[in-house]
């Protein structure tokens, strides 16, 4: 049964998560043309600085889509595909470890009635429903990385599920950036395609992903 202080804790992390991500997105005005420049303002040092700007993203709710864009972008298809995948590796790990170590301190999760579901389904078969949602994601990537943390998920089973599940979604969006860059309306036209493809796919199974790995009733 959650308390009236439960509840005071529970409203004061939305209130400061809420007032981070309006600030993110519509105060700073996030796009991934700011994010190209920003990274390319570090010169050589671009790829530690995009690192670094991806890995502090669960805290602040800066968006990893346009964090990935900006990044391909800046770098193209290769090797902005690979700093992608460190810097979405590094923002998954902070989730992570935010949830796991700390998460419980300010919010008991588990006395959520839907919790209990989603921790046995994870205490199952965690890395098959990490690398499930990374790669249909139903769920936005930093509630994926919270979740894991909160479920106690196997670090390296995590990460493994993570960086598998997300590669196709990370070329899309690196393949996305670096067509925009090159301003050639035949390569822009084929990565729009791949990525309504995945869109698409990701639409299709949605219904299907969330009765297999029990977040839906049959």
């Given at each position: ?19 981070l ?44 889509s ?18 992608i ?17 700390f ?14 579901k ?13 690398f ?20 106690k ?7 493994l ?12 969006y ?45």
């Amino acid at each position: 049964m959650m308390t009236g202080r439960s509840w005071v804790k529970i409203i004061l992390v939305l209130l400061i998560f809420s007032a981070l991500a309006y600030t993110t997105h519509f105060h700073f005005e996030i796009r991934p043309q700011l994010i190209r420049d920003y990274i390319l303002s570090f010169g050589l040092w671009g790829p530690v600085a995009f690192f670094f700007l991806y890995t502090i993203g669960p805290f602040i709710f800066l968006p990893t889509s346009v964090l990935s864009l900006g990044a391909g972008l800046a770098f193209g298809v290769w090797p902005g595909a690979l700093y992608i995948v460190f810097g979405a590796t590094g923002a998954a790990s902070t989730g992570y470890i935010m949830a796991r170590y700390f998460g419980s301190s300010v919010v008991k999760i588990e006395q959520f009635a839907w919790s209990e579901k989603i921790f046995n389904q994870m205490d199952k078969r965690g890395f098959l429903y990490v690398f499930v949602l990374r790669l249909i994601p139903i769920v936005s990537f930093d509630l994926l990385s919270f979740l894991s943390g909160f479920a106690k998920v196997k670090f390296k089973y995590y990460l493994l599920a993570t960086v598998l599940g997300m590669l196709p979604g990370v070329f899309a969006y690196s393949f996305l950036g670096a067509s925009i860059a090159s301003g050639d309306l035949i390569m822009i036209g084929t990565a729009g395609g791949v990525f309504l493809l995945l869109l698409g796919i990701t639409y299709y199974f949605r219904s299907h992903v969330k009765r297999w790995l029990g977040l839906a009733e049959e």
